[in-house]
Structures are given as structure tokens and as C-alpha cells.
């Protein structure tokens, strides 16, 4: 995975940052956004492309496009920064391959242990029950 050809498959939009801030806010666009089409991508191969579909489903949008935004700087610079390591990190995870859980038989004491249990059980119900005369 190549950083910078990613980077350059990405769109940014600057948008107004909602919120508190005061009369600064109002007129500075220091929100970024974070656009990047999954679909049409070049640097991930077929497999990678399926696995991220699998993985990040939540996070795509019907068109299948990746949308982050950022706004927790009043730089728009920094805020750009900050949503592209949250990129990286995102697709990073998607694309880990989860282990096989391998199946176990239980061990000789658990099984005697819920043996134990269910004769305690037993137990405990005969001794509720009224006594035959």
C-alpha cells in the first residue's frame, strides 16, 4: 500500500464548522472533508477491494464512497492532517484478515465439573418434592 497514490486518489472539500466559536466560525472554512471512492480506486487489487467492502460496510455510503470529516481544529491545514491519519487507520484495519477460530474439545475436568453441577441440581429437586408415605 502506497501512501502518496492514495493520497493523490483522495478528495478534500473545505466546508464551515458548526458549533460554538463565536463571529470566526461564521466566516472561516475550517471543516475538512475527506471523500474517497472506493470503487474506482487503482491502488487496492480485487481482493483487497472485496475485503474493505466487508469490513468498512458501515462506514460506505450507497455509491460505495468513504466520507470522513474533521473539525476538531480551527486550522484547516491541521484538520486535513488529522482526517487523513483517521483514513489510514481505518483502511489499515479494513484490511486485516480476522483469524480462523480453531475448534477445542472441552477438558476432562469441565466436563466433570458440569457433570457435578447437574447431579447437585438433581439433588436439590428430589429434596423439594413432598415424601411418598
Known amino acids: 500500500m502506497n501512501k502518496e497514490t492514495i493520497i493523490k486518489e483522495l478528495s478534500f472539500k473545505a466546508v464551515r464548522s458548526g458549533g460554538a466559536g463565536g463571529q470566526h ?3 472561516v472554512s475550517s471543516k475538512v472533508e475527506l471523500i474517497f471512492d ?7 487489487s480485487d481482493d483487497e477491494k472485496t475485503l474493505l467492502f466487508k469490513n468498512l460496510q458501515s462506514k460506505l455510503t450507497k455509491e460505495n464512497v468513504l466520507l470522513l470529516n474533521c473539525d476538531e481544529s480551527r486550522s484547516q491545514h491541521k484538520n486535513k492532517e488529522l482526517v487523513i491519519e483517521r483514513f489510514f487507520t481505518i483502511i489499515e484495519k479494513g484490511l486485516k484478515v480476522p483469524k480462523k477460530r480453531k475448534a477445542t474439545k472441552p477438558t476432562k475436568s469441565s466436563i466433570q465439573k458440569r457433570i457435578d453441577k447437574k447431579k447437585n441440581v438433581a439433588i436439590k429437586k428430589v429434596l423439594r418434592q413432598k415424601p411418598n408415605f
Open 25 to 27: 466560525v461564521n466566516k
Open 38 to 44: 472506493l470503487q474506482n480506486s487503482s491502488e487496492f
